[in-house]
């Protein structure tokens, strides 16, 4: 690909913020959209030129959309909902450019994976427990392929994790079950720039998850009889962090960039996400990552408390991806940040 | 009304906000100040052009207030502590032009009027109990004409809904008593412009209640001997909310407007807020409204992540109102957005 | 000093946000860096001017980095990291002008010498227990010196306090016994300008900390046998407050500078925060005081909703202390805001 004319993403996730910074890079902005979403993002055809309508799900890959997104010189962006809209498969054999790597994306979509990569970065990781009798203190069980929070659950014995899993209708072997390290969640949401060889660190925030979030506000004496937490993000909270923790915040990050380039060459292009908590003795414990832009970043459509260190424009996530690309596409190097 | 020269509110509640972004689209600013406050409001002279002093709550309509802001081609802009200084009948006979609709703001301070608009709205509400004796689960309490979250109490139990009635010295009949949904609380907050005939979404917040947000912070074995939960709003934490969601933000957020023509016409005016949880169903339940702006929006006086989708400089709602009152005034459209 | 070339600051804290404001400002920039964090301020040469290498706490009062800083006509800020590089002896011989005043600092090292400030400030307090028998509520003790909220804990009774001192290895007298007040944390940043005259409030937040913070997230069935809460602070969190406290903000405020003013004249200069809780009947309780920049501006590098109604420009806290020297400089004033 010699020049990038359009910026095309899936309505869903970031999809706003991604074609918001496009249009404001100057890209043509299209989104994918399933029928029941063009309410949403017709209303904001003053960054949205075009909206190409999917059945749904497995569409995005018709023939149909594929031509008409390669008229139009157009990269995908994708972003946390996408290969749960177009499967790995789909990603695989996608005929339109990506901003990124997909196979990063792949390896993202498997909890045994993705531990993998996490531990060959290099950063302090939760114990993973490989079966449930091993269970002796409280952990968090995800089911194998649960997006976003939904399906995880709790439990501190052998017997509790077995019992879930059987009400839950699976089995052991499906989850991950790991340890529940007590801190204080963090997102740490980074920009690796292939163009300008540097990693930045974009933003934090904090995920808002129900009903978890809101039965902390339940009085002690009411919530015992309540149900099991879930753990399904519904938002996000911005937040900074303590500035001494940025060292090993910038270093962790370093760490999974080199992973990456290891275990699923060429590595990361453009954003991804360590997902942690920091515990008290200011150890940062990282329990999962994303390998492209996420939710949080919406945040700071505006720029963010780390952005501004970097630039004198509002830079959201999605504004950086295009930046990239125009940057790229200026040096001749487009292949290095489309697979 | 054919020309607006300034813009008056009573100093309290987003007075801040509105009367700088009145100022930010060239109006005379005037606020309308208790004694007591005028050490806070005159450290703002910068952006508030007249101090106008009132001796208390029912001042506001004294003749000469009155005369004042007619003198002044003034319009007041009413918020949150509007109603409570000037009361129902003064807000139905205050002879100054108001943006918004007036009677909106009366059925918002009667809680059953409120629920009939909710309703109306076709948004999910919780489970009312027409008496205590039906009460089945946890539920909140709210006193009749009960402000900013004081006054509400959580039960599970028609004896529990009585007893502590009783030692409050009230009777259930002047209470609603709303199932307690368990989720993470949202405030969303709309601007519905008259002038360019569309719903927009200017930002989302969570309010920080004491002393329930406080309590949290309490390790459960202390926290059973402590006081009763109480819920008065004592600031706004910032927020944005699963992209997904602003499909069923939007459809309430237009259910609303819609229910609002039919029952008090000619409908929402401006700033309305719906304020909610989401369950972890993705559900999203809807407690209760505020028919003009609400405090959460001072979090935004430089623009939110939403307001950045829609403008290319800072718009708070403040500042959305005053941009609005200007629009109507070149389209001659005053008598649409004043009452 | 005459004139002002370069602002100064240790590599910790809030030092991006400083520098990045002096540079906005004008100024250039030094870091006082220690060999293990040039990692991290590296990445910021786009505001950072110099890097000058410190072996660790002692070093920044060696003859080799004052005559450095001399030469470069410095002025060192003063974070919250500070007092903990250079200590209070340290702090007082230091020969390069600081900005503030650093006979504050020292105060604020001391427990008890804070809590003598706050009573002389007038701000409401909580109650303190001159010994462990006299504790009757929920408390909070605080080792003195204890930094950042490490090394508090929480008791109910004499008992309790007693045999966790034991536990920690320290005495009672070594500590400061606070009544915990149930309420919302706030935090108030403060700019007290001596060249203009008057006192700004640029921000508020929340602070977030490991591991109560987390706790929290803990369903009630498991969180009975977790350790016990530290109060580590890992991060912020931003907040507004409801417009009427702001009355009581500024009384509270300037009731600070005016103690200062008699304790250790010449008082306040710059920023500094209060540190309290707001209760359910809206008082606000005041715990703790910080005499200099505090992290929690770290959220509001491109202004906050509290700067933006003084500024029609991004005023970080930092920002708005290279302001004030290169206003203190034009007014011949620095002798007034150096130390």
Same mark, same amino acid.
């Given at each position: 690909?010699?020049?990038?004319?359009?910026?095309?993403?899936?309505?869903?996730?970031?999809?706003?913020?991604?074609?918001?910074?496009?249009?404001?890079? +100057?890209?043509?902005?299209?989104?994918?959209? %399933?029928?029941?979403?063009?309410?949403?993002?017709?209303?904001?055809?003053?960054?949205?030129?075009?909206?190409?309508?999917?059945?749904?799900?497995?569409?995005?890959?018709?023939?149909?959309?594929?031509? #008409?997104?390669?008229?139009?010189?157009?990269?995908?962006?994708?972003?946390?909902?996408?290969?749960?809209?177009?499967? /790995?498969?789909?990603?695989?054999?996608?005929?339109?450019?990506?901003?990124?790597?997909?196979?990063?994306?792949?390896?993202?979509?498997?909890?045994?994976?993705?531990?993998?990569?996490?531990?060959?970065?290099?950063?302090?990781?939760?114990?993973?427990?490989?079966?449930?009798?091993?269970?002796?203190?409280?952990?968090?069980?995800?089911?194998?392929?649960?997006?976003?929070?939904?399906?995880?659950?709790?439990?501190?014995?052998?017997?509790?994790?077995?019992?879930?899993?059987?009400?839950? +209708?699976?089995?052991?072997?499906?989850?991950?079950?790991?340890?529940?390290?007590?801190?204080?969640?963090? $997102?740490?949401?980074?920009?690796?720039?292939? /163009?300008?060889?540097?990693?930045?660190?974009?933003?934090?925030?904090?995920?808002?998850?129900?009903?978890?979030?809101?039965?902390?506000?339940?009085?002690? %004496?009411?919530?015992?009889?309540?149900?099991?937490?879930?753990?399904?993000?519904?938002?996000?909270?911005?937040?900074?962090?303590?500035?001494?923790?940025?060292?090993?915040?910038?270093? $962790?990050?370093?760490?999974?960039?080199?992973?990456?380039?290891?275990?699923?060459?060429?590595?990361? @292009?453009?954003?991804?996400?360590?997902?942690?908590?920091?515990?008290?003795?200011?150890? @940062?414990?990282?329990?999962?990552?994303?390998?492209?832009?996420?939710?949080?970043?919406?945040? $700071?459509?505006?720029?963010?408390?780390?952005?501004?260190? $970097?630039?004198?424009?509002?830079?959201?996530?999605?504004?950086?991806?295009?930046?990239?690309? #125009?940057?790229?596409?200026?040096?001749?190097?487009?292949?290095?940040?489309?697979?």
């Amino acid at each position: 690909m010699r020049e990038v004319r359009s910026i095309a993403t899936i309505a869903s996730h970031s999809a706003l913020q991604i074609l918001r910074g496009a249009k404001s890079e +100057g890209f043509k902005t299209i989104v994918l959209c %399933p029928r029941d979403r063009v309410s949403l993002y017709s209303r904001f055809l003053n960054f949205i030129d075009d909206i190409v309508l999917i059945d749904g799900m497995g569409d995005v890959c018709s023939d149909e959309a594929i031509r #008409r997104l390669n008229e139009e010189g157009a990269v995908i962006v994708p972003h946390g909902s996408f290969v749960e809209y177009i499967g /790995v498969e789909g990603l695989e054999r996608l005929d339109v450019p990506i901003f990124g790597n997909r196979r990063l994306m792949i390896w993202e979509a498997d909890q045994f994976l993705k531990m993998r990569m996490l531990e060959r970065s290099g950063v302090k990781v939760p114990r993973v427990f490989r079966s449930p009798e091993e269970v002796d203190r409280l952990v968090i069980v995800k089911m194998h392929g649960a997006k976003g929070g939904r399906g995880y659950f709790l439990a501190r014995s052998p017997e509790e994790v077995i019992s879930k899993c059987k009400s839950l +209708g699976i089995s052991p072997d499906e989850c991950i079950i790991q340890e529940f390290v007590i801190g204080t969640p963090m $997102y740490f949401q980074y920009f690796n720039s292939v /163009v300008m060889k540097r990693l930045e660190l974009l933003g934090c925030d904090i995920r808002y998850e129900s009903d978890v979030d809101g039965l902390r506000r339940v009085p002690v %004496p009411y919530a015992d009889s309540l149900s099991e937490p879930t753990f399904t993000v519904v938002g996000n909270i911005p937040l900074v962090v303590r500035e001494s923790l940025l060292v090993k915040v910038f270093e $962790y990050g370093e760490g999974f960039v080199r992973a990456a380039e290891e275990l699923v060459p060429p590595g990361v @292009i453009g954003p991804f996400c360590l997902e942690g908590v920091c515990r008290s003795d200011l150890e @940062i414990v990282i329990f999962e990552f994303s390998g492209r832009i996420v939710a949080g970043t919406n945040l $700071y459509i505006n720029g963010s408390p780390y952005s501004w260190l $970097y630039f004198d424009e509002p830079m959201s996530m999605g504004r950086r991806i295009a930046r990239e690309i #125009r940057m790229a596409e200026e040096h001749g190097m487009l292949d290095k940040v489309l697979t």
